[in-house]
């Protein structure tokens, strides 16, 4: 027998939010030489690895209309800011 599924401590909708503040900073990073682009390259392997988190915690927890609109967006934006500073380096 389970118990009531407890609230957690995070939400996917935070994790998302996150995603999306943080999203500039990798883009900034490439711009700083080869230290950065490394750092860059570790930071957004992390960021694009909050997906599957994010994922997990609204198949767990259930999702909301919020994170249904946010999720997509999150990905695109994060694709498209990560991608257009390389190419333009």
Not at 64 to 78: N, S, W, Y
Request: one cysteine or more; glycine letters at 10%.
């Amino acid at each position: 027998m389970t118990g009531p599924v407890q609230k957690p401590l995070i939400t996917a909708n935070q994790v998302t939010l996150v995603r999306l503040a943080l999203i500039p900073v990798p883009c900034w990073l490439l711009y700083q030489g080869t230290t950065g682009q490394y750092t860059a390259l570790v930071l957004a392997t992390l960021l694009g690895c909050t997906d599957f988190v994010d994922g997990y915690l609204a198949r767990r927890y259930g999702g909301t209309v919020l994170g249904g609109l946010m999720d997509p967006i999150a990905d695109k934006v994060f694709i498209a800011a990560t991608f257009l500073p390389a190419v333009d380096l």
